[in-house]
């Protein structure tokens, strides 16, 4: 009797090895990691897809079991990080905790903002709200966690204890800590949006697609993710798997930029597809005017591109909003040395700030004026980029 209650406690009903349990590891830490993504991210908060009932309370389930985070709560975070992004409300930006405190400490952020009950009622609307995810999910979000225990106790004995505690850390590092935190602080960017969100790499295997952030701050709503030929978002696989079975309705994909010829000003259709891609026609004007003036006065000065700090290159592409006082400083003397370099960063000011104004006649008419002044600029580059942005047209419209 002693020995069968040794045995079941070091190798559990499943006597599995090693290679058994690596492989169960990785798939229950990958449905945890599709519960958050798809469900919490992209069907609950943002609404970019339908799910079938009986997946969403799969997930829900599932979210409860390995995780113990509540809906409601999740949401609320999520779309206050949205509305706040960078700022002092912000529930878990570096640039307001540093990149230590959001990478190792996120969970306490996370937990920190999930308790404050007005945004809960404010960002947190439209969630579950049934007898079971008051009773049981949202009224005892510990059990699942507890459960889940139990279970990898009893499969694989007192390993299953190690196993346990990486399914328990393993959102809390990868979503609250390295999503929140290094996709606010190093990757590259196809888009140049008003925050610091970053793609980790153009490939979303290991967290569900979340390593494209930039992509999905630039488009929250949309259900994929990837948005450039090279990049894949394998929690959209799993989506379209889904829609194929009837199980999962896409609702929202970011829309396509087209350009049409021959458009002499910019008009309502123009003004519809530059506010969507508001972001892109950013992207274009640093890479299309910005870099290339750069480059021709850099020449034209006999210095060398790379001799400019990459902070203030940067900082170019966005007006220098995240510089410090120093850095911003060094900016303006920076183009106070180099005047057709300012008149297109004056010009970029100009388009950004038309962007936010809002009445859709004034705000025509303004993009009127500076497609026509651009033109009119005698900058080659900046032209180029006025021809292109008057014929800017959502695809299918």
């Not at 798809?38 to 897809?49: E, F, P």
């Not at 929690?235 to 829609?243: F, M, N, P, T």
């Not at 999962?248 to 003004?271: F, Q, Y």
């Not at 303004?366 to 002044?373: D, I, S």
Request: positive net charge; contains cysteine; charged residues 20%.
């Amino acid at each position: 009797m002693l020995d069968a209650v040794l045995t079941f406690l070091s190798n559990g009903v499943t006597h599995a090895g090693w290679l058994t349990m690596l492989i169960y590891t990785l798939v229950v830490t990958q449905l945890t990691i599709f519960t958050v993504t798809i469900y919490y991210h992209r069907c609950q908060t943002h609404r970019g897809v339908d799910l079938h009932p009986v997946v969403q309370h799969f997930f829900r389930f599932w979210g409860w079991l390995t995780t113990g985070m509540v809906t409601k709560e999740w949401v609320a975070v999520h779309r206050k990080h949205h509305a706040k992004v960078e700022t002092a409300e912000d529930p878990h930006s570096p640039q307001i905790y540093g990149i230590k405190k959001v990478f190792w400490d996120g969970v306490s952020l996370y937990r920190d903002a999930s308790e404050v009950k007005e945004d809960l009622e404010k960002y947190g609307r439209g969630t579950p709200d049934d007898w079971i995810e008051r009773k049981l999910y949202t009224g005892h979000p510990y059990w699942g966690p507890a459960l889940m225990l139990i279970v990898d106790l009893a499969l694989f004995g007192v390993i299953g204890a190690a196993l346990w505690a990486v399914q328990m850390i393993w959102i809390p590092f990868w979503a609250a800590g390295f999503v929140n935190g290094i996709g606010h602080w190093w990757g590259y960017r196809n888009f140049e949006s008003a925050d610091t969100a970053t793609n980790l790499i153009p490939w979303g295997f290991w967290i569900g697609g979340e390593e494209l952030h930039n992509n999905h701050h630039a488009f929250p709503s949309s259900a994929k993710f990837a948005l450039r030929k090279w990049e894949f978002d394998i929690g959209w696989a799993v989506i379209c798997a889904l829609r194929a079975v009837g199980l999962a309705k896409v609702l929202r994909v970011a829309p396509t930029l087209d350009i049409r010829p021959n458009v002499h000003l910019p008009d309502a259709e123009t003004l519809k597809a530059v506010l969507t891609h508001r972001f892109q026609a950013m992207t274009d004007y640093y890479r299309g005017v910005i870099v290339p003036t750069l480059r021709e006065e850099a020449a034209h000065a006999g210095d060398n591109l790379k001799s400019m700090p990459r902070r203030l290159r940067r900082a170019l592409a966005d007006g220098g909003r995240w510089l410090d006082k120093d850095g911003s400083a060094k900016l303006q003397a920076l183009l106070a040395k180099r005047p057709t370099l300012r008149t297109v960063c004056d010009f970029r000011a100009r388009l950004a700030a038309l962007m936010e104004q809002r009445g859709a006649e004034q705000t025509l008419k303004g993009l009127q004026q500076w497609v026509t002044e651009a033109e009119q600029s005698g900058i080659r580059s900046l032209q180029e980029f006025a021809a292109r942005l008057k014929g800017y047209s959502l695809a299918g419209a």
